[in-house]
């Protein structure tokens, strides 16, 4: 069973507009951690933001916010005013069991910023 | 250098080639991982070291074989690939299992593209 779902394969948002990426993930672990990773063409894989699953508050990095809520086990990211370097392949990721080494990825959205 | 660095970027192998992929790492960390990335598939986690022992092998076939000679270093040997192998190929750090680093992300190198023919 897949554990990280990311419903929208692809997602279109006008520049400067802000746009919800959504993830929900399975786990029976009460330890894991939440990431997200954005891929431009170039192929290479940047590292987002870290949301961990005993962390009250919802994790914040610059433009980048994440939107937990533990009991629908969902962890959507919000990007605010897009830009146009913002368009790329974004990946949910768990690490179950917060001293776990594997890391799970979901399938990716494609988000298009529009001029 | 810092990060993660792979190499190469490209590669065009038959598939009664020998060739390896190359990955190197100037982060101290303890933990390196080759990751797969097909056309419209998830990452696919192929192998972890953690401090140079393998600890997970995800039914991967014994044509791709790696290799971790120390923390900062970890290579994937291929042989007799198929057209199917054809991917991208990521390598990745982190700092490893334990409680202190359980906020530690991975950090990818830049990937190999790998072409069978």
């Known amino acids: 069973a897949q554990k990280i779902t990311q419903t929208q394969p692809g997602m279109f948002v006008q520049e400067k507009e802000a746009v919800t990426l959504d993830c929900t993930y399975d786990t029976s672990d009460q330890s894991y951690g939440l990431f997200w990773y954005k891929q431009p063409s170039s192929g290479e894989m940047i590292f987002l933001i870290y949301?961990?699953?005993?962390?009250?508050q919802n994790a914040t990095e610059g433009r980048y916010s994440l939107n937990f809520q533990k009991a629908r086990k969902s962890a959507n990211l919000v990007i605010s005013a897009s830009q146009l370097g913002d368009s790329a392949m974004y990946f949910c990721a768990m690490r179950e069991d917060n001293y776990g080494q594997n890391f799970v990825f979901g399938p990716g959205t494609r988000l298009s910023v529009l001029p | 250098e810092t990060g993660v660095t792979q190499t190469p970027r490209h590669l065009v192998m038959g598939m009664t080639n020998k060739k390896s992929l190359k990955c190197e790492q100037h982060?101290?960390?303890?933990?390196m991982y080759w990751y797969k990335q097909s056309a419209k598939k998830p990452l696919e986690l192929m192998f972890v070291?953690?401090?140079?022992?393998?600890?997970e092998n995800n039914s991967v076939p014994s044509r791709f074989s790696p290799e971790c000679p120390n923390s900062s270093h970890l290579f994937l040997h291929l042989h007799t690939l198929q057209p199917e192998d054809s991917a991208l190929y990521l390598c990745a750090s982190s700092q490893g299992a334990g409680p202190q680093n359980y906020n530690s992300p991975l950090h990818f190198g830049n990937g190999t593209r790998l072409t069978v023919t």
């Open positions: 982060l101290g960390h303890n933990a």
């Open positions: 949301q961990g699953s005993y962390d009250e």
């Open positions: 070291y953690n401090f140079k022992e393998q600890t």
